[in-house]
């Protein structure tokens, strides 16, 4: 859990892959980690924001990858997220 938030705080966007969907990665900011949901403000392909965090059950989270050329490139394209739905820098 500590590890989500330490790189949610350190890199804009972070990309979640979960169990039994390791060919997907969400990406998107961080909203709020705990126990047992991790929650992101995703961003889409096309670099349009989601209009609300979604949820992802923290125990299935299997990887989580930061600061890659697309993220860098996505969060170009898509600028800063909605006001209120992330977590303070």
């Known amino acids: ?3 989500i ?3 949610g705080a350190l890199f804009g966007l972070i990309g979640v892959e979960r169990e039994g969907h390791r060919s ?3 990406i998107g900011r961080l909203t709020d980690v705990g126990p047992k949901w991790t929650w ?3 961003v889409r392909p096309d670099g349009s924001w989601h209009q609300e965090p979604l949820g992802y059950k ?3 989270i299997t990887l989580v ?4 050329m697309y993220q860098q490139a996505l969060s170009t394209v898509a600028g800063p997220p909605p006001e209120g ?5």
């Not at 739905?85 to 820098?89: K, T």
């Open 85 to 89: 739905n992330v977590l303070p820098d």
């Open 24 to 26: 997907a990665t969400w």
């Open 1 to 3: 859990m500590s590890v």
């Open 40 to 42: 992101l403000l995703e």
């Open 58 to 60: 923290t125990k299935q």
């Open 65 to 68: 990858t930061a600061d890659s």
């Open 5 to 7: 938030r330490t790189m």
